[in-house]
């Protein structure tokens, strides 16, 4: 006895018959899921980074870290250190539309030192709309470097931004 050997025929499925249909293609959906994974994961990284870059280890020798025992602000909300700050720009981020401050601080003084520097941001009428600081630590005495403040939330139309306090700490 022999046996006939059927083949199919090119581009078909053997388990392709009579009432066979053909699965819906894919939507992209797992695609869009995927990319809203990684965004979330650059997100939380980059607050895990930059929690780290600000915070540092935590490990003080038991000693407080040295502070400046000046005041930031006197009675005209002008820092003592505010000579060391300067807003580069002021605007609204391109994606989230919230307010946002490019600032470039210099350490005027001899040895490394850590910054915090809040920034306000108004509407066209001076109605505050949000806060945001930009930090930078062992900044080298003469040195300078350029940070970003970030508001929260969205914002519209023009928008002013202002220094409000500068916070200066040695650093160790």
Request: charged share 15%.
């Amino acid at each position: 006895m022999t046996q006939s050997s059927h083949t199919q025929p090119p581009g078909s499925h053997p388990s392709q018959g009579p009432g066979w249909v053909q699965p819906p293609k894919k939507s992209g959906a797992g695609k869009i899921l995927g990319f809203g994974i990684v965004a979330i994961l650059v997100v939380v990284g980059g607050s895990v980074a930059f929690a780290l870059r600000t915070g540092g280890d935590g490990d003080s020798g038991g000693k407080a870290p040295a502070v400046s025992t000046e005041p930031t602000q006197d009675a005209a909300g002008q820092g003592q250190f505010k000579d060391d700050v300067k807003i580069d720009s002021c605007g609204l981020t391109d994606f989230t539309k919230s307010p946002s401050a490019e600032v470039t601080i210099t350490n005027h003084g001899d040895k490394s030192a850590d910054y915090q520097v809040r920034v306000e941001f108004s509407d066209s009428t001076g109605h505050l709309i949000s806060q945001g600081v930009a930090t930078t630590t062992g900044l080298a005495g003469g040195a300078s470097v350029k940070e970003s403040a970030q508001g929260t939330g969205p914002a519209a139309g023009d928008i002013t931004c202002k220094v409000t306090e500068v916070g200066r700490t040695a650093a160790n």
